[in-house]
């Protein structure tokens, strides 16, 4: 859904891609340190209950995703290894911030109930990923979904965000259910997108 974005984001960034290309910054610089900010502010802040201020720090690391590629296809550097970090950290990146909020759920939060949808939440995010790279590595197509992960990550960051910033935790409890939820779906979507190509094979 939000991917329709992605095009005025990119002109949006194109300035700062620009100005690391300059400096000398490579794409796959961009990506580690995206995946390193996102990870630590996920598990740094969300395990203390300190929802606001975390989210603040991972959106300004969230870009990067964007960022990355606009460099890439600036500097005509797309490849194989670069989609393939990039994706890969992508994953890291989703499984610390439903980590950090089920390690807050384990601890201080404690309840079972929202500890669980944050792993379901962590799980079936990954489970939905790897069921389009599984297709495509079969020569099939398993994008699109009522949650795909931008989906995904910019809901549980704002509701997570805003829960924190009026101490309304209902606003997070209601994320967790929904995207759990609409994961399930997703991979389902996935799943028979998959079955209808394989039969028409």
Request: one cysteine or more.
């Amino acid at each position: 859904m939000l991917e329709r974005f992605r095009a005025f984001w990119n002109k949006v960034f194109s300035p700062v891609a620009d100005g690391l290309i300059k400096i000398g910054v490579t794409p796959n610089m961009v990506t580690w340190v995206g995946t390193i900010g996102v990870s630590f502010g996920a598990l740094y802040f969300f395990p203390q209950g300190n929802f606001f201020w975390g989210t603040l720090f991972i959106t300004a690391f969230v870009f990067s995703d964007i960022i990355d590629g606009t460099m890439a296809r600036k500097l005509g550097r797309s490849s194989k290894y670069g989609a393939f970090l990039d994706s890969t950290l992508d994953r890291m990146g989703d499984a610390a911030v439903f980590g950090g909020i089920a390690l807050w759920y384990a601890w201080d939060g404690d309840s079972e109930v929202y500890l669980c949808l944050a792993l379901a939440c962590l799980v079936l995010g990954s489970l939905t990923s790897y069921a389009r790279a599984r297709a495509e590595s079969l020569g099939m197509e398993a994008k699109g979904g009522i949650a795909e992960r931008s989906d995904r990550l910019v809901a549980i960051l704002v509701m997570t965000g805003l829960s924190g910033l009026f101490d309304l935790p209902i606003l997070q409890h209601i994320a967790l259910w929904v995207l759990a939820a609409a994961s399930l779906v997703t991979v389902g979507q996935r799943m028979a997108m998959v079955k209808r190509q394989a039969d028409a094979a």
